[in-house]
């Protein structure tokens, strides 16, 4: 143990990770020691039969290169402590994970084992917003740090803030193995869940019997526990909590956790409503007051999406307007750096934020500037500037809708069809939907347009997908500026299922548009 000690003193490894090393067999565990980057390590993973991997959070590395046996799975299992009905056991007074896969027989043929880490500080980013006494929702992939955030909250709730602090840790990933709580959580009380099924019991009985002012809950995934959460805050407890989802739209459209943020409904407007609204009769609305006040995305160990007003932000989604949260990152230097909220609350920078509804202006002009200028209606103004010049390419983005030459939008606002994108149609200007407004999907996009020196889709089966779709969602499609011969495939096909097409614009530009049957130009 010495000479393990030795080895690793310049990476200052602290009794709880020796303790995570020595249920390894003796090569594992020194592959283990050598690792270049084993301060980012998440898990190691034994398959019977497979090499032993280490799991870094965008990649692995072999630890060997001969397979898991049944000795080396034997080992690990006899230095921990005993799987409980989840298949989940732990090391006693630590944070460590070891999670079981069995076989047919209940034999143990695979073991995950995540390694547990008490990270001071890394809450310093959005120590304000716990502090606040709001409800707080978490979001974000596997490995980002969702666990280890809730566990600094713990500690400084209840150590520098001295509030009642009650953590119901189902996994015991929160406070560890064991009787006795990690000191990670400060002095958080913590209550056990013996099944995860029966979670949401355990968070209805900290309320009633230990009278906390704050419950910190890990990884919200059913019904019941949507409803706990509800009760909890209605009885004025402040709730820091995970869930299952990356972010504010996969909760929005979950039917099993919309509840979290307000819930969603189908609701028919009156004729003379719907006109003033300028949307369809049937709209989605919020159902409730959010659970939570405050939603937190989580993209990176140091950078945070923060939607501020949860109420607010549902609304304005569900109506079709553009959101964008305060973006929060941590600097080499250990500062902050704040990129500024919602532009319906506090006016935004053009530069960091999307376009709104209420920033277009339509001017009675002709649009005819030569090079591409690209409006983008809830699309990320940053990410859009840093595909663009990623990719060296000779493309603006503008801020007024009249100097486009092109919309860029999502998926999900097309199919709403807006004001904003109605008004693009109708001064002819062409609208193209990326799937979804992230960096990598918007990167894509631009990629493309740069190959094709045009937005042009070459590949007839998306072209036929894209067309196919105007039968359901009755909605115009405004087909990407090509060439001759592609537009004369694209009314073939729209030809084929029935659907009138047009051509408008000038070369280069010239592109095609579909209507639905309802909408056919006579």
Request: charged share 30%; hydrophobic share 35%; net charge negative.
């Amino acid at each position: 143990m010495s000479k393990l000690v030795e080895e690793k003193e310049s990476q200052k490894l602290d009794f709880e990770v020796e303790k995570f090393l020595n249920i390894f067999p003796e090569d594992l565990k020194e592959s283990l020691i050598k690792l270049d980057n084993f301060s980012n390590l998440i898990e190691v993973v034994l398959d019977l039969g497979k090499k032993p991997e280490a799991r870094f959070l965008n990649y692995m590395e072999y630890l060997r290169e001969t397979p898991v046996i049944r000795e080396d799975i034997d080992i690990v299992t006899k230095s921990i402590g005993e799987f409980d009905r989840d298949n989940r056991a732990g090391i006693e007074r630590t944070l460590h994970r070891i999670s079981a896969i069995r076989n047919r027989k209940g034999e143990i043929v695979g073991l995950t084992c995540r390694i547990g880490r008490a990270v001071f500080g890394i809450i310093d980013i959005v120590k304000d917003l716990f502090e606040s006494g709001k409800s707080i929702l978490l979001l974000g992939k596997p490995g980002v740090g969702k666990t280890t955030l809730l566990r600094e909250a713990a500690r400084i709730l209840s150590v520098e803030l001295k509030k009642r602090v009650v953590v119901v840790d189902t996994s015991n990933e929160i406070a560890g193995d064991g009787d006795i709580p990690h000191s990670g959580i400060g002095l958080a009380r913590r209550m056990q869940v013996p099944y995860n099924k029966e979670q949401y019991q355990v968070m209805i009985e900290a309320v009633e019997n230990h009278m906390p002012e704050v419950i910190i809950i890990d990884e919200i995934g059913t019904e019941q526990e949507a409803a706990a959460c509800r009760t909890i805050a209605e009885r004025g407890v402040q709730l820091i909590a995970t869930a299952h989802g990356n972010t504010l739209d996969n909760i929005i459209f979950n039917p099993t956790l919309s509840d979290l943020v307000g819930g969603i409904t189908s609701v028919i407007l009156s004729d003379e409503e719907a006109s003033r609204r300028g949307t369809q009769k049937t709209v989605l609305e919020r159902t409730s007051s959010p659970t939570f006040d405050v939603l937190i995305e989580i993209h990176g160990r140091d950078e945070y999406a923060i939607y501020k007003d949860v109420s607010k932000t549902v609304d304005r989604y569900l109506r079709g307007f553009p959101i964008s949260p305060e973006w929060r990152n941590k600097r080499e230097d250990g500062s902050t750096e704040i990129k500024k909220a919602d532009l319906a609350e506090k006016g935004g920078d053009f530069e960091e934020e999307y376009f709104e509804e209420e920033d277009f202006q339509v001017e009675e002009k002709e649009i005819n500037t030569p090079p591409l200028k690209i409006y983008p209606f809830g699309i990320s103004v940053s990410y859009l500037n840093r595909a663009i010049h990623s990719a060296h390419i000779n493309y603006k983005v503008v801020k007024k809708l009249t100097e486009a030459t092109t919309v860029f939008t999502t998926e999900v606002y097309r199919r709403k069809n807006p004001e904003a994108l109605r008004v693009a149609e109708d001064i002819g200007i062409p609208i193209y939907s990326i799937p979804e407004n992230t960096l990598h999907e918007i990167k894509k996009f631009i990629e493309k347009m740069k190959k094709q020196n045009s937005i042009s889709f070459t590949d007839l089966e998306h072209i036929e997908k894209m067309i196919e779709n105007v039968l359901y969602t009755k909605t115009p499609l405004n087909l990407p500026p090509t060439d001759a011969k592609i537009r004369k495939i694209e009314h073939q096909i729209a030809r084929r299922y029935g659907l009138n097409s047009e051509s408008f614009g000038d070369e280069p530009r010239r592109f095609v548009v579909v209507y639905p049957n309802e909408e056919r130009e006579e």
